[in-house]
């Protein structure tokens, strides 16, 4: 039989390979149907904005791309860029990563010709079956714009199965009152093949920024470094990208090494610490878990230069509203990151940012407004996500609704008890090892997703469980995305199971040997699932470790064994 819980682990699975000024006088609760808070926007003089027609509330978009077969396919074949490919502060490419393609694009009927298009996405968010898409109307044809926007950005939902994290996420961040992109839904087809409902998510460029600044001409950058001595040279600037100025990063990196007493006034100078300190305060009543507080990845930071301050920006959302479990650390605290370990270090500052989380569950999280906007959204998006009416796809949003119901009240729950007590130096904040694993697997390539085949060991203890068993399912084979998997249930004596999936990104290194699970090539991840609730919690990722074949070929009815063995983060 199919197993029970593929639709459910999804989420889990990948969550392996990702790895304007607040207002003084707060807004009212009932932030997400308030009209000042919806995608509409509209310029100084009162006059319509075009770009809103890429953003409707009342509908999901229609669009359709076509371009050659040819292209279509290298596209979607052009393999993940490695760091190679970036643009760096410290770094100049080496390698091409992702090329645009010329194509045609109609948006709701409007047509518009040689627009170049390109894949996009990282780790968690590339496939070669849903691409998600970037368009660029004027990458052959000088000054081209769609509805006056230079780009379009169309996320695939790939580590999002629920598809309303990203659009109902930056909604909240614009209700708190900060700088985020507008989101709409679009059901995407490339020469008449059916893609399902992408997020078209609006590009962090000049426009958008002109929508949130005074001055759109500042420095932008991209996450892939953090504010510590020498850590500055990871992030991506985007602007001037061939001799980037990335000169202002190091006062902030500079500020942070400031004296408790001078903390506040030297970083302040240079960063708009109120606006940070909601932005925190987002990210974690979101469980937004791979953002910057978290994990240190998905946003971007704006140079503003009328205020001559740094502010940030949600980008990437797409892993929101999980309700992760954490083994060793408070839920209302994420300190990963350098300016959010360091501020919540120091008395002084840990106050403004646990006043500014409980600011943020006063003025912005209303859960029945959101539940009433979950509605919406679901009403929406059920003609394409669920047309056959078979209830997979409320299920799947039923998780957010569950989560929204209850965060308030468990983050309040800590914040109550006191202040939460954050157990790690900065060194050890942001990867915490809870445990080890190991197991041994016997099963058949081709048998992917059914339940109470193959057999194995498995040992350990994570988070405190021990997870020896010696019935254990193994079934492995080809995913949609067209990437060998390996999945292990081991069964536990209290009626849960240890669940590990291991995902290969290149099936043909299915042969005897070993691996590296590192992430890029190999990458796993184990949790825990109860059939009773039809839930899964825990665990986390497995980095590094190690894949040993004693049998292995991509071929059906082939034979799989071995052996694994790793270290599982909690991040």
């Known amino acids: 039989m199919k197993h029970p819980v593929s639709q459910l682990l999804i989420p889990l699975v990948l969550l392996a390979l990702s790895c304007a000024a607040c207002d003084d006088d707060p807004k009212s609760k009932d932030t997400v149907n308030n009209t000042n808070n919806t995608n509409n ?5 009162n006059q319509i904005d075009p770009t809103d027609a890429l953003y409707p509330r009342d509908r999901v978009l229609e669009v359709q791309i076509t371009l050659s077969p040819a292209d279509w396919a290298a596209l979607r074949a052009q393999p993940r860029p490695t760091d190679a490919s970036k643009t760096t502060c410290n770094h100049q490419p080496t390698e091409t ?3 645009y393609f010329p194509a045609t694009i109609t948006i709701d009927g409007l047509t518009v010709e040689n627009v170049g298009v390109r894949k996009k996405g990282n780790l968690g968010s590339a496939s070669s079956a849903r691409p998600g898409l970037r368009v660029k109307p004027h990458e052959y044809v000088p000054g081209q714009r769609i509805a006056g926007l230079k780009a ?3 996320n695939n939902n790939h580590q999002d199965d629920t598809l309303i994290s990203q659009c109902l996420g930056y909604e909240l961040f614009r209700a708190a009152g900060l700088p985020a992109s507008r989101c709409a839904f679009a059901h995407v087809t490339v020469n008449g093949e059916d893609l399902g409902v992408y997020s078209n998510v609006e590009t962090i460029r000049e426009e ?9 001409s500042g420095r932008l950058y991209e996450s892939g470094g953090d504010f510590v001595f020498g850590g500055t040279g990871g992030f991506e600037p985007k602007v001037d990208e061939t001799s980037p100025d990335c000169s202002d990063l190091a006062p902030v990196a500079n500020a942070l090494a400031a004296t408790d007493d001078q903390l506040v006034v030297q970083l302040g100078a240079v960063l708009d610490l109120p606006r940070f300190f909601r932005y925190w305060a987002m990210e974690v009543v979101t469980d937004h878990w791979d953002g910057y507080a978290n994990n240190r990845n998905n946003f971007f930071i704006y140079h503003d230069p009328t205020s001559d301050q740094m502010s940030f920006l949600p980008w990437g959302i797409d892993a929101l509203f999980s309700g992760r479990e954490r083994s060793t650390r408070p839920l209302s605290v994420y300190a990963c990151g350098a300016l959010a370990w360091r501020l919540y270090s120091v008395p002084e500052t840990r106050a403004m940012y646990l006043a500014g989380l409980r600011d943020v569950l006063d003025t912005v999280w209303d859960s029945t407004a959101i539940l009433t906007e979950i509605d919406r959204i679901e009403a929406l998006l059920r003609p394409f996500a669920d047309p056959g009416n078979t209830g997979e ?7 957010v609704r569950t989560f929204v119901g209850g965060r308030e009240a468990t983050l309040r729950a800590e914040l109550d008890a006191g202040d939460p007590v954050w157990p790690y130096a900065a060194n050890e904040s942001c990867l915490i090892s809870i445990g ?3 197991a041994t697997f ?7 997703d059914t339940f109470g085949v193959g057999s194995g060991t498995m040992g350990g203890t994570i988070g405190g469980v021990d997870v020896t068993s010696t ?17 292990l249930f081991g069964e536990l004596p209290d009626g849960r199971y240890a669940v590990v999936f291991v995902i290969v990104n290149d099936p043909a290194r299915i042969v005897p040997g070993t691996l590296s699970i590192n992430l890029a090539d190999v990458a796993a991840v184990m949790t825990f699932y109860d059939p009773a609730t039809d839930t899964a919690s825990g665990g986390g990722l497995i980095l590094p470790g190690t894949l040993t074949l004693t049998a292995g070929d991509p071929v059906s009815g082939a034979p799989l064994t071995g052996s694994l063995t790793g270290t599982v983060l909690e991040l």
């Open 471 to 487: 019935t254990v399912y193994a079934s492995a084979g080809i995913d949609g995305e067209g990437k060998g998997v390996l999945q």
């Open 208 to 216: 958008m920024l002109a929508r949130h600044f005074t001055d759109p």
């Open 436 to 438: 080890t694993i190991d």
């Open 97 to 99: 990563g992702y090329t």
């Open 41 to 45: 926007t509209s310029n100084v003089n």
């Open 152 to 154: 379009m950005t169309l």
């Open 442 to 448: 016997d099963t058949t390539w081709g048998t992917l």
């Open 393 to 399: 796809f409320s299920a799947r949003v039923d998780r």
